[in-house]
């Protein structure tokens, strides 16, 4: 197993997953407030999907930089309680080997 790929994909798996929770609660908050009013104005289910998932690009611009944060961090968190941190030290990764995958997957 290549050590970047594996990094990479630990980094990326939790940043996905703290991004898909944190888009789960503002759509559900948005989501109760569309259904509301497309209840009220005797709308379809379909008007409700397209009125309560519209403002999904605005909500990634902004839940994306956090969730790259606490991904990272979370991950980094990860590896220090399972000592994996301390194993790749002795192998001789350096920390700037390490943290070579936290910036590929900021610009990726």
Do not use: C
């Not at 902004?62 to 968190?77: D, K, R, S």
């Amino acid at each position: 197993m290549n050590f970047h790929g594996y990094l990479f994909r630990q980094f990326s798996f939790n940043t996905l997953l703290v991004l898909a929770s944190l888009l789960a609660v503002v759509w559900l908050n948005h989501a109760l407030r569309m259904l509301e009013l497309v209840v009220n104005k005797d709308g379809s289910f379909f008007n409700f999907i397209l009125l309560s998932l519209f403002p999904m690009p605005l909500w990634l611009i902004i839940a994306l930089p956090m969730a790259g944060f606490i991904g990272v961090i979370w991950t980094i968190y990860r590896f220090l309680t399972d000592r994996e941190l301390i194993v790749m030290q002795a192998i001789g990764i350096s920390p700037g080997q390490f943290s070579k995958m936290p910036f590929y997957l900021a610009f990726f």
